[in-house]
């Protein structure tokens, strides 16, 4: 455990004392800070849930030039590539991880403000599954923070080509791109856009079924492991509404835009979802990123006040902690995906990976 905690500590002691010393913040020196996660998540074994069926489709690859496993089509023209330069796939899963991880290290290096948004809440929340499990959702919502960040500066050619390339990599990065659209593209274009999808769905009642299938990601395995139950949800829940709660106070009599509110409301219906379905625990992920995104790009406080920084520090305790709880979680047989952690080169049974 102490191999997920160290880096934790790293990224937060510094981070802290950059920030309160002032100094400037390049994407450079984001990437230092995440360097010992970077090494955790690159020289992994066989750990994190999917992890073994992101190895073996990179080496049916090798091995045949193609697979059965079937994924989203950006996601596998990049294992293709990243074969086709040699890589094997124990390399390419961690040439994945970097690259998430650089791009993380880049939309989030324009201020010091942003460096403490990575360093207390994106890292505890979202770094280990983005780079370690769901390395398709981590790469798709990285690319997606570029798009949104594309948007609120108004160049929409950008927003197109990230926009496109992270709904390529897994496609619940349409419902954090969505959001943003709904609000900061012209009226006519959304409902043009509104209309489009509508009719798609009447043509093909399937499609939307087929959506919510694609972004709960996960087979009927996963569905038995992880049935909702009553709490399902309830970490991102909080988790959201504190960030809510925390950025109105701050900015009370500050204009800002409604979307913050429109969020909100998704992720606790997003909560209702999860009682029924996995695929609201999904849907609660990525609005709870969503609101990351929001208050990534419409805090308006130049130096941000201490007490907003404690409220960080405390929800960055509270989600490592959840994260903790989550991998010492005993899905089957005594198995725990992410425990005990194992260097590549640890595994008891080597094989061709």
């Known amino acids: 455990m102490l191999y997920y905690l160290i880096p934790y500590f790293f990224i937060t002691f510094l981070s802290l004392n950059i920030y309160f010393k002032k100094l400037k913040v390049t994407w450079q020196m984001l990437l230092f800070l995440l360097l010992p996660a970077i090494l955790v998540a690159g020289l992994k074994g066989n750990v994190g849930t999917d992890s073994i069926f992101y190895l ?24 293709k590539i990243i074969v086709y330069m040699g890589a094997t796939p124990r390399l390419g899963v961690a040439i994945i991880a970097v690259i998430s991880t650089a791009i993380l290290s880049v939309a989030y290096s324009r201020s010091r403000n ?4 990575l360093a207390l809440i994106v890292f505890p929340l979202y770094f280990y599954d983005f780079t370690m499990n769901g390395l398709r ?15 609120y500066r108004k160049n929409f050619f950008y927003v197109a080509v990230w926009g496109i390339m992270a709904f390529t990599m897994q496609y619940s990065s349409l419902l954090i ?3 943003f659209l709904s609000v900061l593209v012209p009226k006519k274009y959304l409902i043009i856009f509104l209309i489009l999808l509508t009719l798609i769905f009447l043509v093909s009642p399937n499609s939307f079924a087929f959506f919510t299938d694609r972004i ?3 087979q009927n395995l996963y569905t038995e492991i992880f049935a909702p139950s009553f709490v399902s949800g309830l970490a991102p829940l909080l988790t959201v509404l504190i960030l809510y709660i925390n950025f ?17 409301i998704a992720e606790i219906l997003s909560f209702v979802m999860a009682k029924f379905t996995y695929a609201g625990l999904r849907f609660q992920g990525a609005f709870m990123y969503g609101m990351i995104l929001y208050l990534k790009n419409n805090t308006k406080l130049d130096q941000l006040h201490w007490r907003y920084i404690t409220v960080f520090f405390i929800m960055s305790i509270f989600s490592i902690l959840v994260f903790f709880k989550n991998i010492t979680t005993v899905v089957e047989d005594n198995y725990t995906p992410f425990l005990p952690y194992k260097f590549f080169w640890e595994e008891k049974y080597q094989d061709r990976l």
Request: hydrophobic share 45%; charged share 20%; glycine share 8%.
């Open 137 to 151: 959702y981590g790469l798709s919502f990285c690319i997606a923070t570029l798009a949104v960040d594309a948007l």
């Open 248 to 264: 109105l106070y701050f900015h009370r009599g500050l204009k800002y835009s409604k979307l913050i509110h429109i969020i909100m």
């Open 177 to 179: 791109i969505l959001l």
């Open 114 to 117: 942003e460096m403490i948004l």
């Open 56 to 79: 073996g489709l990179l080496e049916d690859y090798r091995l045949y030039g193609d697979s059965l496993m079937r994924y989203e089509p950006g996601y596998e023209l990049l294992n």
């Open 216 to 218: 709960s990601d996960k």
